[in-house]
């Protein structure tokens, strides 16, 4: 499909915040983990979003909350244009089959005990998505459409009979069964071979242009980002906040956030020469702080190489800078960001050539 919609939003978030309660004994307070912080995110129609950050930095239960599996604790959350608190019954269903999963664990993901036509088969004869007679037909025609072929030899296979790459175009298969409006894909291919990842990062393209299915793709390597995000847009996340936003080419050409740039001088370069030239590593410390124990102001000034004094009290917010959207008080005054540096992304495309 080439003309696509992308000017209404499927999600929209507003000033949303997920806390989690952690606690350590019976007799003492609950600690607050501020996952989620005045997030305000959304993804259009058709439309491809990365999700990159550290471990811990808030993905998961970004992907969580989209799929109605976590209650945010302050914010709004419109689905296709709707607050999620004011849909029926009828349109919360709809809401929930809308937005379908892929698990980075497809093991875990599948049960066991269930073939191929079964696991696909049930959830579509529950939906009254297919009559019994047409069931082996449609599911075949599942088995197609993610390369799952001869689907004969397929479709009576249990989970553990499969590779790991199967079994995720198992769990693809699954997803678009539900004729979703919106996939969301937590890191799906990084428990799977290197070699198997190119195919099924190429697959999820595919359902994205064909059917016009918008895609949440979770993942903290910025070289599959810029892979699967060709024509998308990126958000950078960096403890429950996000700290950058905008089309994934740009970004990644010309990195605001000191934290992007950061990662992005973390990425390992093949070249030794080139990786010589490099500066050092763009933080002031490797550790990240505790999640219980957030740091005023700025979330990241603890380990930003540029931080002022502003940046140890008052919270940056996000603004319009050039195309992107950056939440940094210094965005104007960083100095330019070295080639070398935004280089590495482009020499570990090579992985996926
Ligand atoms: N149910 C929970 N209870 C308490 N804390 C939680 C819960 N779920 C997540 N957290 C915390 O929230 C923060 C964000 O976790 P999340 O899993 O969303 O991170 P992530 O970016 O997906 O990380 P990873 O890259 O490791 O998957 C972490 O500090 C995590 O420990
Ligand atoms: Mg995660």
Same mark, same amino acid.
């Given at each position: 499909?080439?003309?696509?919609?992308?000017?209404?939003?499927?999600?929209?978030?507003? $000033?949303?915040?997920?806390?989690?309660? &952690? %606690?350590?004994?019976?007799?003492?307070?609950?600690?607050?983990? $501020?996952?989620?912080? @005045?997030?305000?995110?959304?993804?259009? %129609?058709?439309?491809?979003?990365?999700?990159?950050?550290?471990?811990?930095?808030? &993905?998961?239960?970004?992907?969580?909350?989209?799929?109605?599996?976590? %209650?945010?604790?302050?914010?709004?959350?419109?689905?296709?244009?709707?607050?999620?608190?004011?849909?029926?019954? @009828?349109?919360?269903?709809?809401?929930?089959?809308?937005?379908?999963?892929?698990?980075?664990?497809?093991?875990?993901?599948?049960?066991?005990?269930?073939?191929?036509? &079964?696991?696909?088969?049930?959830?579509?004869?529950? &939906?009254?998505?297919?009559?019994?007679?047409?069931?082996?037909?449609? *599911?075949?025609?599942?088995?197609?459409?993610?390369?799952?072929?001869?689907?004969?030899?397929?479709?009576?296979?249990?989970?553990?009979?499969?590779?790991?790459?199967?079994?995720?175009?198992?769990?693809? +298969?699954?997803?678009?069964?539900?004729?979703? @409006?919106?996939?969301?894909?937590?890191?799906?291919?990084?428990?799977?071979?290197?070699?198997?990842?190119?195919?099924?990062?190429?697959?999820?393209?595919?359902? $994205?242009?064909?059917?016009?299915?918008?895609?949440?793709?979770?993942?903290?390597?910025?070289?599959?980002?810029?892979?699967?995000?060709?024509?998308?847009?990126?958000?950078?996340?960096?403890?429950?906040?996000?700290?950058?936003?905008?089309?994934?080419? @740009?970004?990644?050409?010309?990195?605001?956030?000191?934290?992007?740039?950061?990662?992005?001088? +973390?990425?390992?370069?093949?070249?030794?020469?080139?990786?010589?030239?490099?500066?050092?590593?763009?933080?002031?410390?490797?550790?990240?702080?505790?999640?219980?124990?957030?740091?005023?102001?700025?979330?990241?000034?603890?380990?930003?190489?540029?931080?002022?004094?502003?940046? %140890?009290?008052?919270?940056?917010?996000? *603004?319009?800078?050039?195309?992107?959207?950056?939440?940094?008080?210094?965005?104007?005054?960083?100095? #330019?960001?070295?080639?070398?540096? #935004?280089?590495?992304?482009?020499?570990?495309?090579?992985?996926? +050539?």
């Amino acid at each position: 499909m080439d003309i696509k919609n992308i000017e209404s939003s499927v999600v929209k978030l507003q $000033n949303l915040d997920m806390n989690f309660y &952690k %606690k350590k004994g019976i007799f003492s307070q609950p600690q607050v983990v $501020n996952a989620l912080h @005045e997030i305000n995110f959304s993804i259009n %129609k058709g439309e491809v979003v990365i999700l990159v950050g550290e471990s811990g930095s808030g &993905k998961t239960t970004m992907a969580n909350v989209i799929a109605g599996l976590l %209650k945010p604790t302050a914010g709004t959350y419109e689905f296709n244009g709707n607050n999620i608190n004011s849909l029926t019954k @009828e349109q919360y269903k709809e809401y929930r089959n809308s937005i379908q999963m892929i698990q980075q664990d497809s093991y875990a993901a599948l049960n066991p005990m269930r073939t191929m036509i &079964k696991s696909l088969g049930d959830p579509m004869l529950l &939906k009254k998505y297919v009559n019994k007679k047409d069931l082996y037909d449609k *599911v075949s025609e599942l088995l197609e459409t993610v390369e799952l072929t001869p689907t004969d030899h397929f479709i009576d296979k249990y989970s553990h009979q499969l590779s790991g790459g199967q079994r995720q175009r198992m769990l693809i +298969a699954r997803a678009i069964s539900m004729n979703p @409006e919106l996939i969301l894909a937590d890191e799906p291919v990084s428990m799977i071979d290197v070699s198997l990842r190119v195919a099924i990062l190429n697959l999820i393209a595919r359902l $994205n242009q064909e059917r016009n299915i918008a895609v949440l793709y979770i993942t903290h390597d910025l070289a599959t980002a810029r892979y699967v995000g060709k024509n998308g847009r990126i958000a950078v996340m960096y403890l429950g906040t996000i700290v950058e936003t905008g089309n994934v080419q @740009e970004v990644l050409a010309d990195p605001k956030h000191p934290y992007l740039r950061a990662l992005l001088s +973390a990425v390992p370069i093949p070249d030794p020469r080139l990786s010589r030239m490099r500066k050092k590593l763009m933080i002031t410390s490797a550790d990240l702080p505790s999640i219980t124990n957030l740091p005023t102001g700025c979330r990241f000034h603890t380990r930003c190489i540029y931080c002022k004094d502003i940046c %140890k009290t008052q919270e940056p917010k996000p *603004v319009q800078h050039g195309s992107s959207v950056v939440a940094c008080h210094l965005v104007n005054e960083l100095p #330019k960001f070295e080639l070398y540096e #935004k280089d590495a992304v482009g020499l570990t495309e090579d992985l996926y +050539a």
